[in-house]
């Protein structure tokens, strides 16, 4: 069995909230003082990854990632972790790549590592939250898509069984590989730390990149379809007024009034 | 301060585990005086303890950059589990490069965590004056009978082994002292007390007596009379451990007066515009770093195999006396809460202390430094 795991670099989303910053003019974020990191819900997609080649010996972990230079350092957290194998992919003018996109490289990504049966990926990313990439995949690979994962385990030949997070409580589906499987967060799942002499070979081993000639692209996949108006964080503002009376029954009856007045009720 | 790329992950990896994992740890060792088996049993799986150590026994290989730097991040948290770092890559070290290959499965299991060593040279009448020790080996048919007591021994308590530092010979001063690697469940061992500290608590520092424990001829470390020389040796790596150590302590402490300023309001504003307080934050964090230079510049020259007294009594002397000095002033920024339980700094100020003591009093490192400046 061979997984492919995309895991996504983003700015550090733990950064103080009076530290973020957004450029107008650009429409993006600063980058400041943040740190780039994994994704946490590449994270999680790792470490179930991972989970499911502790408990199936002979499973293949790919790591991969669109992304320049300084995604080899969370390629190699992704190595250090226990994945077998790393790579990214990048060409300049690569920045701002829509869901489709990026779903169409990891595509092809996977078509050119051949004998991917399972991708994995985090069931939204922790910068913009959108949720796309997941299912977009699966349509880019022609593959079964199951979102909102915790577990995957191995089933009969071909298959493998998901469980789901619903509302109240967990669903558990059998589907048939190849598939992609969108992961979400779970205490159950939470990324391991690696041992010292993994992170050691980790920064020793060789990760693989390939550029737009490796992909064999489909130039409509390519092309931009939504136009980004305006980024901006909103301002808040709140205003307060302290209903009087003698005392609560008092206070209750003149917020009520006071509610009628604004129309809430 | 400049790493490499392996080095700054290993400094990653220490520092989401000392966060994650032991700050629950520090206050169970501190206030209950506790050990925390299932956290040593982590660190040893994770490779902290046999960090510098081959592969052969399991060890990860790594240099003594990366193990300084592994102690650095623990000690932010829990100066004991570093100190725990330390020791385990001594009694390795030592039982290694001492023992024979009989001794091969005792310093694997050291590496992995599954035993403690600890090293038994104290007494209550030597302790700057090491060579003053009275615990006699009595040669007997096939080995040696250890009579004697020791003090002040580190993880004492807990100990499945102890390298213990004997006379076999009373009349020969340090030149008379062997090194024997003793088995705790040994007949006629036994631990008297553990000591009631003020910091570094929960470690099991305890008072050992020695009542005809019988060791074999096999289990002496290396030659008679060059346990001193041994030991001696071994100290330099373990000054450079202690510096981080204290570049630890200092570190943790400037951390959480950073965090308790920017967020702590008198006067109508954080306490951190204050230039009182912005110049003690300033000489805490340049004094942390300027130890924390001393430190690395002799883990690199004894990676790179080089002698290293001077440089590792340097490290030793200016890390615990900023760390005593940092510890100090955080627990000033934060005023009336860091005199409390609830505060790290609280703790911290009372584990620094020690530094100054153990390893070589800072007294004996200034007779060192000086020793090897005027020679």
Redesign the interface.
Known sequence: MKIMVGIKQILDPEVPVSDFRVDSATRKPVQGKAKLVMDSYSEYALEAALQYKDKNPGTQVVAACVGDKPAEEVL??AL?AGADEAIRAWEPGWDDLEAQTVAHILGSMARRLGGIDLVMVGRQSGDVERGLVGPMLAEDLGAACVTQANRVEAAAADQVRVRTEIEGGFAEAEIRLPAVVTVSNDEGIVLR?????D??M???KPIGSVGASDLSLVPARLVSLVSLKDLFIPQLSGQCEFVEGENGGDKAVRLTQRLREAKVV | MFLTAEQEEIRNLARRFADRQLEEAARAMDQENRFPWDVYKEMGELGFLGLTAPAEIGGSEADTVSWAVVIEQLARVCPQMADMVMLSKEMADFVLKHGGPQHREAAQAIAAGETICAIALTEPDAGSDAAGIRTYAERVPNGYRLHGGKRFITAGAYAGLTVVLAKTDRDAGHRGISAFLVDTSSPGFSVLRTEDLMGMRGMGTAELAFDSVFVPEENRMGEEGQGFKYIMQALDTGRIGIGALCTGIAQGALEESLAYAQTRVQFGQTIDSFQGVQFLLADMDVRTEAARLLVMEAARKQAAGQPVRLEAARAKLFASDTAAAVASDAVQIHGGYGYTKETRVERLYRDVKINQIWEGTNQIMRSVIAKLLTR
């Not at chain 1, 730390?193 to 002499?197: G, S, Y």
């Open positions: 190699r957290k250090a730390l690696p041992k010292v002499r992170v050691m980790a920064s020793r």
